[in-house]
């Protein structure tokens, strides 16, 4: 048997190895309680999961905010996730999902929490072309048993639900924000990679606000072959990737390649390991900060703020 402190370092080192652990949990069904669908949320991102308390309703509060609660001295919004999925219940809202990313704490109720899983990166892929992607990042597909075909997990996309239940929160993006444009050498973009729709779109507006070519992607395998491409349209010409690439600007949590396993590569690599690797995201605390010096990321930087990306973009780029 693990003791504790096997448990927390086995999951700490999963950040090296393109693994993470998905909370699996429902929402509810149609109306004829029916089409209970399975969704899942990264581990990282939970910070506990309790009981569903007595929530305190907040007069004026928009659509699908149950109200707050008070725990151990901390106010927290909390969140009607089945009435944003557009299910119903069939027991109740019986169990709240603490999570804290991007900066902010919240609460989403939801059903019933089924269990944990551990998954490669390579096991889950992109939604951006499946119904209802606008809450949903990813879908995960789980291992069966006996060789059965496994089950199907949506993996939310909690930012582009926050960002959608309050739109007049987005943050400011302009010239003013973010300071003087940024010089990279002529020729070359900073290469983007991001899962989430809203955050591609923050990012895009950032960067367009700093006066920076870009290429977007939606992943850390999309993100890396798009590497090697310009690496090798560079050789071509007698020039390397460095001359194309000024910088890498990587999420972490994205599928088929997390930005730990992206950020590793291009360190690895012969010919891209001097091009500076910036780790723009939710995910925060000590644990993730320390994952990213040991896989060589050039600076962290946590969602959303236009002015800190500037600032960190400005002195990894030393200008």
Partial sequence: MKSVQQEVDERSNLTGTNK??????????????????????????????VAMPAITAVAGSPPHVLGVVNLRGQIIQVLDLPAIAGVKPKTGLNIMLVTEFARTTQAFAVESVEEIVRLDWSQVMSAEKSAGSGMVTSIARLEGENGEQGRLAQVLDVETILRN?????????????????????????????DDSVVARALIEQGLDAMGLPYVMT????????QLNS???????????ASDKVALVLTDLEMPEMDGFT?????????????????????????????HVRNVGADAYVAKFSAEDLANTLRRVLKQ
């Fill in 20 to 49: 993470f652990e998905l909370l699996l949990f429902r929402l509810g069904g149609d109306d004829k309680g029916e089409h209970n669908e399975l969704f899942g949320i990264n581990v990282f991102k939970i910070r506990e999961i």
């Fill in 262 to 290: 992206l950020t590793r590569n291009v360190k690895k690599s012969a010919r891209m390991a001097n091009i500076p690797v910036v780790i723009h995201s939710s995910l925060s605390g000590t644990t993730n900060e320390e």
């Fill in 230 to 240: 310009i690496a090798n349209a560079a050789e071509a010409e007698g020039k390397t």
């Fill in 165 to 193: 239940l309050n739109p007049d929160a987005s943050p400011e993006i302009s010239q003013q924000a973010v300071g003087a444009r940024i010089q990279i050498k002529p020729g070359s973009v900073v290469l983007a990679a």
């Fill in 218 to 225: 939606k992943s850390g395998k999309e993100a890396w072959d």
